[in-house]
C-alpha cells in the first residue's frame, strides 16, 4: 500500500498514521518527525530545518525533497509507504510525482483529513508529545495512563515549540496558501479521497480503512 495522508497542522495526521501503518505493515514517514530527528541528532541539516520549524514556515523545497528520496529508498520502503507531511507544495507533489515514476511506482491513495481552524486549534493546543520518542497525547483525547508521562517509555510530555499561538497562525496560513493547492492537484488526477477530521480518533481510523479496503 503507497499513500498520502494530507491535511491541516494538527488535525490528526500523524495520529491516524501510526494506526495505518501498524495495521498495514507499512513504514510511517513523516517528513516532520524526520526534521525533528535530525535535529536532536545534531546534524547540520537538522539545525537548518528547525530554523524554519520554529518560524512555523516550511523547510526548502530541495532539502525536503532530497530527505524524501534518500528515506524512500531504504529496504523497509519497497512494499509500501504511508507520507505524512509530505507534499506541501506543488513543487514537492512534482518532485514526488516524478520520483515514483522513476522508482516505477503507483499511489494507492491520497487521503485528506479536513476539519475547521476552531477544532484544529483546540486540538493543537492540548497536545502533548514524548520528548524521548516523539509519541503524542492529548490532554483530553488521548490521554496516558499517568499525567505527563509517555506510556511507551516513561518520557516526560512536553508542548512542541511550533505549537505556540502565533506560529500556529502562520503555519494555517501557510497550509491555505501553499498545501491546500496540493489536494486541488492530486483531485485532478482522480486520486484523493476526502475524510471528515472532526469524529474521534478510532471513528476517523476505521473510515479510512473501510474507503482504503473498497478501493484496493
Ligand atoms: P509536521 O510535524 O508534519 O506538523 P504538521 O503537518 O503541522 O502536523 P502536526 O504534527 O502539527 O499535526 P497532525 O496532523 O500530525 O496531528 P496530530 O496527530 O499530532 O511538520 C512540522 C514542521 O516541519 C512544518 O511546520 C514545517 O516547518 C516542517 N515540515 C514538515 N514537512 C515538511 C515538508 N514536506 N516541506 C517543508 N517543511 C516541512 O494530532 C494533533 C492533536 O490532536 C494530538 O494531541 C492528538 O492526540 C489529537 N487528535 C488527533 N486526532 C484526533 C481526533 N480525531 N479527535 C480528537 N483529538 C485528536
Same mark, same amino acid.
Given at each position: 500500500?503507497?499513500?498520502?495522508?494530507?491535511?491541516? $497542522?494538527?488535525?490528526?495526521?500523524?495520529?491516524?498514521?501510526?494506526?495505518?501503518?501498524?495495521?498495514?505493515?507499512?513504514?510511517?514517514?513523516?517528513?516532520?518527525?524526520?526534521?525533528?530527528?535530525? !535535529?536532536?541528532?545534531?546534524?547540520?541539516?537538522?539545525?537548518?530545518?528547525?530554523?524554519?520549524?520554529?518560524?512555523?514556515?516550511?523547510?526548502?523545497?530541495?532539502? %525536503?525533497?532530497?530527505?524524501?528520496?534518500? &528515506?524512500?529508498?531504504?529496504?523497509?520502503?519497497?512494499?509500501?509507504?504511508?507520507?505524512?507531511?509530505? $507534499?506541501?507544495?506543488?513543487?514537492?507533489?512534482?518532485?514526488?510525482?516524478?520520483?515514483?515514476?522513476?522508482?516505477?511506482?503507483?499511489?494507492?491513495?491520497?487521503?485528506?483529513?479536513?476539519?475547521?481552524?476552531?477544532?484544529?486549534?483546540?486540538?493543537?493546543?492540548?497536545? &502533548?508529545?514524548?520528548? %524521548?520518542?516523539?509519541?503524542? !497525547?492529548?490532554?483530553?483525547?488521548?490521554?496516558?495512563?499517568?499525567?505527563?508521562?509517555?506510556?511507551?517509555?516513561?518520557?516526560?510530555?512536553?508542548? &512542541?515549540?511550533?505549537?505556540?499561538?502565533?506560529?500556529?497562525?502562520?503555519?494555517?496560513?501557510?497550509?491555505?496558501?501553499?498545501?491546500? $493547492?496540493?489536494?486541488?492537484? !492530486?483531485?485532478?488526477?482522480?486520486?484523493?479521497?476526502?475524510?471528515?477530521?472532526?469524529?474521534?480518533?478510532? !471513528?476517523?481510523?476505521?473510515?479510512?480503512?473501510?474507503?482504503?479496503?473498497?478501493?484496493?
Amino acid at each position: 500500500m503507497r499513500i498520502i495522508l494530507m491535511g491541516p $497542522p494538527g488535525v490528526g495526521k500523524g495520529t491516524e498514521a501510526v494506526l495505518l501503518a501498524e495495521h498495514y505493515h507499512i513504514p510511517h514517514i513523516s517528513t516532520g518527525n524526520i526534521f525533528r530527528e535530525l !535535529y536532536k541528532d545534531n546534524t547540520d541539516v537538522g539545525k537548518i530545518a528547525m530554523g524554519y520549524i520554529d518560524r512555523g514556515e516550511l523547510v526548502p523545497n530541495h532539502i %525536503t525533497n532530497e530527505i524524501v528520496r534518500h &528515506r524512500l529508498m531504504e529496504d523497509d520502503a519497497k512494499d509500501g509507504f504511508l507520507f505524512d507531511g509530505y $507534499p506541501r507544495n506543488i513543487e514537492q507533489a512534482k518532485a514526488f510525482d516524478h520520483l515514483l515514476k522513476e522508482m516505477g511506482w503507483k499511489l494507492n491513495a491520497v487521503i485528506n483529513i479536513a476539519a475547521p481552524d476552531e477544532v484544529i486549534i483546540e486540538r493543537i493546543a492540548g497536545r &502533548r508529545v514524548c520528548e %524521548t520518542c516523539g509519541a503524542v !497525547y492529548h490532554i483530553h483525547n488521548k490521554k496516558p495512563k499517568r499525567e505527563g508521562i509517555c506510556d511507551l517509555d516513561g518520557g516526560k510530555l512536553v508542548q &512542541r515549540a511550533d505549537d505556540m499561538e502565533e506560529t500556529v497562525q502562520r503555519r494555517l496560513r501557510i497550509y491555505c496558501d501553499q498545501t491546500a $493547492p496540493v489536494i486541488g492537484y !492530486y483531485k485532478s488526477k482522480g486520486s484523493i479521497v476526502e475524510i471528515d477530521g472532526t469524529k474521534s480518533i478510532q !471513528y476517523t481510523d476505521s473510515t479510512i480503512k473501510k474507503v482504503l479496503g473498497e478501493m484496493n
